[in-house]
């Protein structure tokens, strides 16, 4: 009988065993039927084949870290507006222009409003296309179309991921790194290149807005962490880490208790994005079209393929358009800080 072959190997051990029943042998050997032991001949028997296993081995990619952590809203349309209060200075109000006034009695009140704003989303499509062929649907020991639906809607959840973070903002969403409200703390005088030093850190957590800072997170690249890991503080005459790390891995890592995440979508290190700190309460996403996935087996008939496409419509960004003046002092604050580039 002729027999199907997979690089040699039997497909699966049912197939093994199909070749291998009483009178199959008797209409000739199958080349993928092995002897009983190596180096000795024919002397008959058959060895059951290399196991046989569904389970296919890929990369693990990195959970999706700003959708978790963002302001969520489905679209009904093509764009959503946002109403936002227009809030970039404490220094004599609050609000975009509300103020509370010490009156005497019978003294006349001061009027005073807030500032509104708008912020609008656009819907941005997110797209993977593939194909294959027919023969290779058929025949393919792992199921295809549920490992493709297995690895595109991951793949494009990383490409999400990576936009809600350095998107530029035309034709994709805004990232972080683009934010008009972010604050960009200054590398040291004569720290050396590619180095991340406590006084950065300091600077990074002193610039984070007061009500953000039990929320925001540290966001880095790999890279840095060789840098992190040896920031110290001089406590009289011994020290202390910068970062706290639990080396068994109950707790995640954190710098002054917030938690510090590792992430390849990260700039590199000496870089500004290298490592973030951030609120991602103040970053919104809009859904439009949860990812969908259509299948077809026309569009390359003629080349016998069947063709797989992705689609997912959203939009994201920043939503404060300027960094906060306080009070009192001239260091402005927002949930969305970085470090200057250090080269």
């Known amino acids: 009988r002729e027999a199907k072959t997979m690089d040699g190997q039997f497909k699966h051990f049912g197939e093994f065993l199909s070749m291998i029943a009483p009178g199959t042998v008797s209409r000739g050997m199958d080349n993928r039927l092995k002897v009983l032991g190596e180096g000795q001949g024919d002397q008959g028997g058959f060895l059951v084949p290399e196991q046989f296993t569904l389970q296919l081995l ?27 209060i227009v809030d970039s200075t404490h220094a004599t109000n609050i609000f975009g222009g509300v103020r509370g006034y010490w009156t005497p009695e019978s003294g006349s009140y001061t009027s005073s409003e807030p500032s509104f704003g708008r912020v609008t989303l656009t819907a941005k499509k997110l797209t993977a296309y593939t194909s294959a062929a027919n023969e ?41 790194i683009n ?20 006084e950065n850190i300091d600077k990074m957590y002193s610039r984070m807005m007061p009500s953000s800072r039990g929320k925001a997170i540290w966001l880095a690249h790999p890279d840095t962490l060789p840098q992190i890991v040896a920031m110290s503080r001089s406590v009289g005459t011994g020290g202390s880490s910068v970062m706290m790390n639990n080396m068994a891995g109950a707790a995640p890592a954190s710098i002054y208790g917030r938690p510090l995440i590792m992430s390849e979508k990260c700039q590199t290190l000496g870089t500004a994005g290298d490592i973030f700190f951030v609120d991602f309460g103040y970053y919104v996403i809009g859904d439009r079209q949860t990812l969908s996935m259509t299948a077809s087996p026309h569009v390359r008939f003629q080349n016998d393929e069947t063709v797989w496409r992705f689609t997912s419509r959203l939009d994201g960004r920043p939503w404060l358009e300027s960094a906060l003046t306080p009070r009192n002092g001239s260091n402005t604050l927002s949930p969305f800080v970085n470090l200057a580039t250090r080269s």
């Open 58 to 84: 890929s990369l693990a990619l990195e959970e999706a870290v700003v959708r978790p952590r963002a302001f969520r809203l489905p679209m009904s349309s093509l764009n959503l507006s946002l109403p936002t």
């Open 136 to 176: 290779l649907l058929a025949d393919a020991a792992i199921s295809l179309e549920a490992l493709l639906l297995r690895l595109f809607p991951q793949a494009l959840s990383y490409f999400e991921d990576d936009s809600f973070i350095n998107g530029i903002g035309s034709g994709q969403p805004t990232g972080i």
């Open 179 to 198: 934010a008009d409200a972010l604050v960009t703390v200054a590398k040291e005088t004569g720290q050396a290149a590619t180095t991340i030093v406590s």
